[in-house]
């Protein structure tokens, strides 16, 4: 079993910043994707960013240039720099992480509100 734990979250200014966090912990495989999702309330869920083992990044269009996200293999965690934030990022921010059989598991999720 596979256990998802973020950190990072909370309530700030727009134009200010946050790190979030996801661990995982349990039966480690080798993930080859990790990446982040988000919900907004009556908004469909939305791919935020992913890093493949490779190293290659990929961003939501309204995210780039202001979110980075990196991977840490040696402690199975993958993080979220997010600068500039507007209120548009006001979200759920889910994690995941996916294996080399693509199957994936999700942390429980850490809520990002963001003030104008």
């Known amino acids: 079993q596979v256990h998802l734990v973020e950190s990072g979250g909370g309530l700030v200014q727009a134009g200010g910043s946050l790190r979030l966090s996801c661990a995982a912990s349990?039966?480690?495989?080798?993930?080859?994707?990790m990446g982040w999702h988000r919900q907004a309330p009556g908004k469909q869920r939305e791919l935020v960013a992913f890093?493949?083992?490779?190293?290659?990044?990929n961003y939501l269009d309204s995210v780039k240039g202001r979110f980075t996200i990196s991977r840490d293999d040696v402690k199975n965690t993958v993080f979220l720099h997010m600068n500039s934030l507007e209120s548009g990022d006001t979200a759920v921010f889910l994690c995941?992480?996916?294996?080399?059989?693509?199957?994936?598991?999700w942390g429980q999720g850490t809520q990002v509100t963001v003030s104008s």
């Open positions: 349990g039966n480690i495989w080798s993930w080859t994707v």
């Open positions: 890093v493949t083992s490779a190293r290659s990044s």
């Open positions: 995941y992480f996916q294996t080399t059989s693509e199957c994936k598991y």
